[in-house]
T-cell receptor, first 115, second 112 residues
Framework: GAGVSQSPRYKVTKRGQDVALRCDPI?????LYWYRQALGQGPEFLTY????????KSGLPNDRFSAERPEGSISTLTIQRTEQRDSAMYRC?????????????FGPGTRLTVL | GESVGLHLPTLSVQEGDNSIINCAYS??????FIWYKQESGKGPQFIID?????DKRQGQRVTVLLNKTVKHLSLQIAATQPGDSAVYFC???????????FGAGTQVVVTP
């Protein structure tokens, strides 16, 4: 079946521009997670949704980062006024539900480059 | 594809040998641990998990060992194959919602 999909796969933008990264989780998965992964490092938690509710956003670096999941399915991570330090791989994962031990399935990621 | 192995500890293993990858975790309250495999250009892929009430769990060619006393996790891969070449991350679940904290990763290179 279809896995987690993310778009775009690659995004190059100029410093100061806003970007929106999209995540389409596995159908029926209640929980959705956003991570950021620097080259050579493990994914770093950004934020988490249970259905449409954002349960934890403690990992968002600053207020330029925001995320939404208005209908409990597709999620968008928005970065405003991008800076070069925002360059990274942004990964989305989904699981059946978060209030239990459930495997998280990761998407292919969006590689963001800020010039 | 992108390389995720830059600046990572590397374990070089001969095909057919067993591999042991080690990980130290940070939170003594964590109760669920997972090993992920990440191939170049791909997202992390679940390998095996273990709950804190266990000290060993076996899967197909893989075994995870958990030592809560010293907060140490290991992954053993039996009869390592070329397809096992990847970066391996351990992760601990730090809350009831599924928030994961990943370790630094180990690059496994399988040589013929």
């Amino acid at each position: 079946g279809a896995g987690v999909s993310q778009s775009p796969r690659y995004k190059v933008t100029k410093r100061g521009q806003d970007v929106a990264l999209r995540c389409d989780p596995i159908s029926g998965h209640v929980s959705l997670y956003w991570y950021r992964q620097a080259l050579g490092q493990g994914p770093e938690f950004l934020t988490y949704f249970n259905y449409e509710a954002q349960q934890d956003k403690s990992g968002l670096p600053n207020d330029r980062f925001s995320a939404e999941r208005p209908e409990g399915s597709i999620s968008t991570l928005t970065i405003q006024r991008t800076e070069q330090r925002d360059s990274a791989m942004y990964r989305c994962a989904s699981s059946l539900e978060g209030l239990a031990v459930n495997e998280q399935f990761f998407g292919p990621g969006t590689r963001l480059t800020v010039l | 594809g992108e390389s995720v192995g830059l600046h990572l500890p590397t374990l070089s293993v001969q095909e057919g040998d067993n591999s042991i990858i080690n990980c130290a975790y940070s939170n003594s309250a964590s109760d669920y641990f997972i090993w992920y495999k990440q191939e170049s250009g791909k997202g992390p892929q679940f390998i095996i998990d273990i709950r804190s009430n266990m000290d060993k769990r076996q899967g197909q060619r893989v075994t995870v060992l958990l030592n809560k006393t010293v907060k140490h996790l290991s992954l053993q891969i039996a009869a390592t194959q070329p397809g096992d070449s990847a970066v391996y991350f351990c992760a601990e679940q730090t809350d009831s919602w599924g928030k994961l904290q990943f370790g630094a990763g180990t690059q496994v290179v399988v040589t013929p």
